[in-house]
């Protein structure tokens, strides 16, 4: 018999026989001549209710169902006698699958998100958890067909390399030297022997991939897991995360900066369209605004103006900020916070930002000391894109490796594109798990990944 989902069911329009259900207890009460069970499959945030009449030849069995069982379910779609759901199935028959026991640690209360981070394994099952990673599956559908119906190719890029996109040095080795037989040479570690015979990390970035692609498959995107060893404990980083990279063949800064506000644009719209009943449950209990807020992005134009302008901004807004900011340092939170949501109250793209404190791979401008580069900032989260149009010019880019330090032996390959048929483009990283905390309102990054990857933290 076909297995049917309840959000199908909970969907209907026409009462059916020959249901088959299959999910997990939530809860159970008995009556004198019935058993109320609310079942869950995970496809939906709605229970569908079971009446199980004792009649049924393991009803005694049925009886012993505890919050977190598994059952099998067969039986109709009838029109419910009691308020609060449209249908209810009459059970015929009820498998039990598995019981919980009395220390299942999801009973029917409210726990905190501390505590679930300890049981990562078992959230999803909540109501909270469930929704938010449903929507974390929805979106990543729609940026793929997002991508695809605007005729970008799909890539995936390697997940070890060779390379440092970001040039900050926040790396994970990848190595199969045991530790107490690395060798030493020059006082730095000898990679020789290694397995790729020089040293391994995983990626940062899939963007200098990805541009190669662009100067051969014309526009591009990847999207996958990126990894940064940087020790810190905020609620917005982790030390792996998924991340959206497109790359624009013939692509200028505008071009980034038109692309990036319309993906940002049409998935708070997809998600306001496609998740109603899961963003409802974030909207009642996590964040009273947050219907409101992805509305106001997905139906604004985004503020442009040059870094230049938001410092000048931020300086004579009469706030007193904890980091003093000024021509030449990056923006911090506050400083981010206060343009989207104080100042401007809506999405905000800076651009033309200074070359020093930006990568070697970002283009200079005509002025020698800004780049072409830009980030988007969001209200609620601050920065959610950050990208620039690449430097194409060889001369210039080789300038820019030497002020880097940076080899260019390493990155023979990356500076022998420019040599062969370079053109201008443009490209930049959307942090997934930023965009689903402005989607659902958490404020916790290790809340919308599936098993959280922090300092201190790998237990699943």
């Known amino acids: 018999m076909k297995r ?15 249901i088959l259900i299959k999910g997990w207890v939530r809860t159970r009460r008995d009556s004198t001549d019935f058993s109320f069970i ?16 004792k009649d049924l030849s393991n009803y005694d069995d049925i009886k012993k169902l505890s919050t977190g069982s598994a059952v099998a379910v067969r039986g109709d779609l009838v029109e419910s006698k009691g308020g609060g759901q449209k249908w209810e199935v009459q059970a015929r028959h009820i498998d039990t699958i598995s019981i919980a026991p009395d220390s299942y640690p999801l009973q029917k209360k409210r726990h905190t998100d501390e505590y679930l981070r300890t049981i990562a394994h078992l959230r999803p099952r909540t109501n909270k958890y469930g929704a938010a990673f449903r929507i974390r599956s929805d979106l990543s559908f729609a940026i793929h067909k997002f991508y695809k119906d605007k ?35 020059d006082g730095k570690t000898d990679y020789s022997t290694d397995f790729f015979g020089k040293a391994a990390n995983l990626t940062v970035s899939g963007q200098l991939s990805a541009e190669m692609f662009a100067l051969a498959l014309g526009d591009v995107y990847t999207f996958g897991p990126t ?51 899961d963003l409802g449950l974030f909207g009642n209990f996590v964040d009273k605004n947050l219907l409101n807020n992805l509305e106001n992005i997905s139906s604004s134009d985004f503020i442009r103006l040059p870094y230049e302008d938001a410092v000048d901004i931020l300086q004579k807004s009469g706030v007193k900020f904890e980091y003093e900011i000024s021509f030449g340092k990056d923006l911090q939170a506050e400083h981010e916070n206060y343009l989207t949501e104080k100042h401007f109250k ?3 793209i800076l651009y033309n930002y200074p070359k020093n404190i930006k990568p070697f791979y970002m283009r200079v401008n005509d002025d020698d000391k800004t780049v072409a580069a830009m980030d988007i900032l969001v209200p609620g989260i601050g920065e959610l894109i950050g ?6 010019r060889l001369d210039v880019l080789e300038s820019r490796m030497d002020e880097c330090k940076l080899s260019k032996e390493d990155y023979w390959w990356y ?8 053109v201008p483009h443009s490209g930049f990283g959307l942090g997934f798990e930023r965009l689903l905390m402005l989607v659902t309102g958490i404020k ?14 790998i237990d699943f």
Not at 39 to 53: F, H, P, R, T, W
Not at 242 to 251: K, R, S, T, V, Y
């Open 444 to 457: 916790n990054i290790r809340d919308v990944i599936p098993f959280p990857r922090t300092p201190g933290s």
């Open 227 to 277: 990894f940064r060893a940087e020790n810190s404990n905020t609620r917005r980083h982790a030390a792996e995360f998924w991340m959206l990279e497109p790359e624009i063949a013939f692509g200028d800064i505008n071009d980034n900066m038109d692309l990036g506000e319309e993906t940002i644009r049409h998935l708070t719209g997809y998600a306001l369209k496609e998740c109603k009943e």
């Open 4 to 18: 049917h989902k309840i959000i199908s069911l909970l969907n209907t329009e026409t009462a059916a026989i020959d």
């Open 38 to 53: 609310e079942v869950n499959d995970g496809s939906c945030l709605k229970n569908i209710q079971i009446i199980a009449e």
């Open 387 to 392: 990208g620039s149009q690449r430097e194409e």
């Open 151 to 185: 005729g970008f190719k799909y890539i995936h890029t390697p997940v070890i390399t060779g390379s440092d996109c970001e040039g900050a040095g926040e790396l994970f080795r990848v190595t199969t030297i045991e530790p107490d037989k690395v060798e030493r040479r």
């Open 346 to 348: 809506k999405p905000v």
């Open 415 to 422: 500076v022998d594109s420019r040599r062969f048929g370079t």
